[in-house]
C-alpha cells in the first residue's frame, strides 16, 4: 500500500479534500469537532500534508526542517511587530548556525521554522511534508504528531525529552550545572544559593536543577526541594523573577543562580536599577554559554554548552538515517564547559569541562 493521500483522510473523515485542505491551512476556518476527526483520521493513516506530493513521494527535496520555539511570538503575545530582538532566543541562534553549516556540506538546504508552543504540532505537520528529515527543538509538540511525523521521514531531537525510537542528541545539563554549583560553593565558599528554573515540562532545565542538588547533598548542605522561582527562560522573565525574590521577607541569598543566560542577564539588569553590586552583593550565574553572555557588565558566569555543534550532529544524523532507515536508534550527549567569569566573583576566566580539556574564553 503506498504512502495515505488526502483522499484517504478525506474519505475516513467523511469531509471533503477541501475541509481537509483547510484544517492544515487554517485550522481556525474549521469547526472543531471537524477538525479533530480529520486530525484523528490523519493520524490512525499516517498522513503528513505536503507542498509537493512528487517529494513527498521521492522524499528528495533536497531541504532539512529544524523546528524550534519561540518564545516570543508577538501575535501570541500582544507585542509589537518590532519587539526588542533581545528577547528572541538566541540558544536557537547557535544551533541554527552550526545545522545550516552542516546542512550545506551536506548539499542541503535548510528550512527554518519557529513556532509558539499552542501551534507547535500545527507547523511541525506542516513543515514535515516540505523536507527530507527533520530536527525539532521544542518539548511542547504533541506526542502524537510526533508519533506520525516520525513514520514517514527521519526525526532526531535536540534536547527535550525523551522519545523512544527516534534518535536525540542533548547535552550533560545535569554535569554542567553539578560543576558550576561546587564551585559557587566550594571556591567562593556561598551556601546560600537560589535556582531559578524554566517551566516543569522543560526537561532540560529540570536536569539542571537535579545538578544544582547533587552539589548540595555532595557540600552536606540542605537539599532544596525545588527551584525558588520559575520564569520562562527569557530575558523579561529573569527581570521579573530577580525582582520578585528582592522584595521577599527573610535574607537575600548570596548568589542566584539561573536555568539558561538569558534569565540571568535579565537579572543583571534588573540588580543594577536596584542598585545591587554584582558580585559584591549578590553573585549571578547562568547556562548555555550564548555570546552575550560574554559582552554584558559584569560578564556573567555560565556553563557553555555546543549549541552550534547540537546543530551539526543533527544534520549528522539525519543523513546518516536518510541513507539507512534501519540503524540502530542513537543517543549523543555533547559535553559542557564551565565559564568562570567576573558576575561569580572570579577574576581569572579559565573554561573547564569534562571530556573538552581546558582552555580560555
Known amino acids: 500500500m503506498g504512502d ?16 481537509v485542505s483547510r484544517v492544515y491551512r487554517s485550522p481556525d476556518s474549521v469547526r472543531a469537532a471537524t477538525r479533530e476527526r480529520v486530525l484523528c483520521a490523519a493520524h490512525d493513516l499516517g498522513y503528513v500534508p505536503s507542498a509537493s506530493a512528487r ?5 528528495a527535496t ?25 528577547e528572541l532566543s538566541f540558544y536557537g541562534d547557535e544551533v541554527i548556525r552550526g545545522m545550516e553549516r552542516a546542512a550545506r556540506r551536506h548539499g542541503y538546504a535548510l528550512l527554518i521554522s519557529a513556532a509558539h508552543a499552542d501551534r507547535a504540532g500545527e507547523v511541525l505537520a506542516d513543515v514535515a511534508g516540505r523536507v527530507d528529515g ?27 525529552r525523551l522519545s523512544p525510537g527516534l534518535d536525540r542528541i542533548e547535552v550533560a545539563n545535569f554535569d554542567g550545572q553539578l560543576e558550576l554549583t561546587r564551585h559557587l560553593i566550594g571556591d567562593h565558599g556561598l ?21 544544582f542538588q547533587a552539589a548540595h547533598l555532595a557540600a552536606g548542605l540542605p537539599l532544596p526541594a525545588r527551584p525558588a ?11 521579573k523573577t530577580a525582582v520578585e525574590l528582592l522584595d521577599r521577607d527573610g ?25 545591587i553590586a554584582v558580585p559584591g552583593d549578590l553573585a549571578v550565574t547562568g547556562f548555555d554559554g550564548i555570546p552575550l553572555s560574554r559582552m554584558v557588565s559584569p560578564a556573567l558566569t555560565t556553563v557553555r554548552q555546543p549549541m552550534s555543534r547540537l546543530g551539526e ?28 567569569r567576573a558576575s561569580c566573583g572570579c577574576e581569572v576566566r579559565p573554561v573547564t569541562g569534562s571530556g573538552t580539556g581546558t582552555g580560555t574564553v
Request: net charge negative.
Open 134 to 160: 527533520l530536527a525539532i527543538l521544542a518539548q511542547h509538540v504533541p506526542p502524537a504528531v510526533l508519533d506520525v511525523v516520525s513514520r514517514r521521514l527521519p526525526v532526531v531531537v535536540l534536547a527535550g
Open 313 to 340: 550532529e543533527a544534520v549528522e544524523l539525519l543523513v546518516a538515517r536518510l541513507a539507512d532507515r534501519g540503524r540502530p536508534t542513537a543517543s549523543r550527549t555533547l559535553p559542557t564547559a564551565l565559564a568562570r
Open 229 to 239: 522561582a520559575r520564569g520562562d527562560l527569557t530575558l523579561a522573565s529573569g527581570r
Open 4 to 19: 495515505p493521500t488526502v483522499y484517504d483522510v478525506a474519505e475516513r473523515a467523511g469531509v471533503s479534500i477541501a475541509t
Open 62 to 86: 533536497g531541504v532539512l526542517g529544524l523546528c524550534f520555539p519561540d518564545f516570543a511570538d508577538p501575535e501570541a503575545e500582544g507585542t509589537a511587530p518590532d519587539a526588542d530582538e533581545a
Open 55 to 59: 517529494g513527498l513521494a521521492s522524499r
Open 251 to 275: 535574607p537575600r541569598p548570596q548568589a542566584l543562580v539561573f536555568a539558561n543566560d538569558q534569565m540571568a542577564v535579565g537579572a543583571l539588569q534588573a540588580l543594577g536599577e536596584r542598585g
Open 191 to 211: 551556601s546560600d544559593l537560589a535556582f531559578i528554573g524554566g517551566p516543569e515540562d522543560s526537561p532540560d532545565a529540570e536536569a539542571r536543577f537535579r545538578g
